[in-house]
């Protein structure tokens, strides 16, 4: 009898209570678009970051080591013979090596950042990414720079194999790119060889698509996809990625195009933001 | 003032492991989503009432974590909260079989509607790509980590219960 007591009570809704939330839930949407950069809920997403940055920082902190273990497991095979002390210097040596590739590694990281930051001829910062994406859907990463860097809403963001985002919120203290694999993410681009321009945009399974190409002039698998600067926010000539497939039905307005990013976006740890002088900001659909 | 408190940690919780420790542990892009477990266990314990005023507040911190517009996934994870406490009253599994048929259930309810409702807003996604490479992977990983974090979490949720095994948390 009792059991049944609770059953009853846990099972009761309340339909008003529940009509009442979901109507609070569109308010806010609509306040959200009403309001301008400046509002309440935009200042609250903007403290909110800021005040997660110690958060995801000890994450991929504590994460480090588990990673590095993980990586130095799977290249070193166990020697089962008596030789304790060969083996205790065999570790040491080991992680010694480990640190020294580390270090060459990020070495030659920094070198291709600085090289592709010549090339580009804009005023450029060096940021350590610090946050990984939260969500399955709003893929953005965060940043140790912010507004005393000079960091700005609508900085584009660089990697050395080529264009990484966009910086779409800033603190004083860090900013959230979003990615140019966000489904809400847009950039205007060109094909390099036929200089057709479209919009690439991001997909979920992270991958890219160029849309709105003319039919007339449809890239093939290996063409060159670049920014074209147009609508002001990336600047002109950036490398997005390469064309991976090329798919045109006859019923289709525009060809399917599949790009493949040259930069590692799930592994890359340092990035550039340019910072050209009249950056436009950023959309609020997420892109040009 | 008691009845909030275990939520309200359990929830602040939640957003600290979703910046800290989630995209730490995602598995081929998926990223799990700790709030939204947080939600479903506190309806499956508590009702749909509860539930749908902690999918509300959850929501609304998850939206706020992200980078796209604020208020739709509240609106989602308030519905999910109170259908998943109505559906723990209704159905006759028990044990285990409760909480991971119910956040199985859940985690593809909240990623369809989810998806519908950013269509609506503009954000077009392809349905069929995201069904396999997110929702059904969002729900498979939910459900794993469901089996793990239910028996403690619903402790931390309803302390005034004694619980002490899984058949009596079901």
């Known amino acids: 009898m009792k059991r049944l007591e609770i059953d009853t009570r846990r099972g009761a809704g309340r339909p008003l209570v529940l009509a009442g939330l979901l109507v609070a839930s569109l308010i806010i949407t609509t306040v959200w678009y009403r309001e301008g950069t400046g509002g309440p809920l935009h200042t609250l997403r903007t403290g909110l970051t800021a005040a997660s940055q110690p958060f995801a920082v000890a994450g991929t902190w504590l994460a480090t080591p588990f990673r590095g273990v993980g990586n130095w497991l799977s290249g070193v095979s166990v020697d089962q013979s008596d030789y304790r002390a060969l083996k205790a210097q065999n570790l040491d040596l080991k992680q010694r090596l480990a640190d020294l590739e580390e270090a060459k590694l990020e070495n030659e990281r920094i070198r291709q950042l600085v090289d592709f930051a010549e090339a580009q001829d804009l005023p450029t910062i060096g940021a350590h990414i610090i946050g990984r994406p939260t969500d399955s859907r709003q893929l953005s990463i965060l940043i140790d720079r912010g507004t005393n860097s000079g960091l700005k809403v609508g900085d584009a963001v660089v990697a050395a194999g080529g264009l990484v985002g966009q910086v779409v919120e800033v603190t004083p203290w860090n900013a959230r790119v979003r990615l140019i694999t966000d489904p809400e993410s847009g950039v205007a681009a060109l094909v390099q060889r036929t200089r057709a321009n479209g919009i690439v945009k991001g997909d979920l399974s992270g991958g890219l698509e160029l849309d709105f190409v003319d039919k007339k002039t449809p890239p093939v698998v290996g063409d060159v996809v670049l920014t074209s600067g147009l609508g002001g926010v990336y600047p002109k000539g950036i490398v997005i990625g390469e064309v991976t497939a090329v798919a045109s039905l006859s019923s289709d307005l525009y060809p399917v195009v599949s790009i493949a990013s040259r930069v590692d976006i799930a592994r890359i740890e340092e990035v550039l933001v340019l910072q050209a002088e009249t950056t436009a900001a950023a959309l609020p659909g997420g892109g040009e | ?170």
Request: charged share 5%; with cysteine; aromatic share 10%.
């Open chain 2, 1 to 170: 003032m008691n009845k909030i408190l275990p939520p309200a940690g359990a929830l602040l919780a939640a957003v600290v492991l979703q910046v800290a420790l989630a995209p730490q542990i995602a598995v081929f892009g998926v990223v799990p989503n700790f709030i939204f477990l947080v939600v479903v266990t506190l309806a499956l314990v508590e009702g749909p009432v509860a539930g749908g005023v902690c999918g509300f507040v959850g929501g609304l911190l998850f939206d706020l974590l992200g980078t796209s517009v604020v208020g739709p996934y509240a609106l989602v994870l308030t519905l999910v909260g109170y259908v998943a406490g109505m559906l723990s009253a209704s159905m006759f599994a028990e044990g285990w079989l409760l909480p991971v048929t119910v956040v199985a259930i859940a985690s593809l309810i909240t990623e369809i509607t989810y998806a519908i409702v950013l269509a609506v807003l503009g954000v077009a996604t392809s349905f069929w790509s995201s069904l396999f490479t997110l929702m059904l992977p969002s729900a498979l990983y939910h459900t794993v980590l469901v089996v793990l974090a239910y028996p403690w979490l619903a402790r931390v949720l309803r302390p005034e219960r004694q619980i002490k095994s899984f058949r009596r948390l079901a």
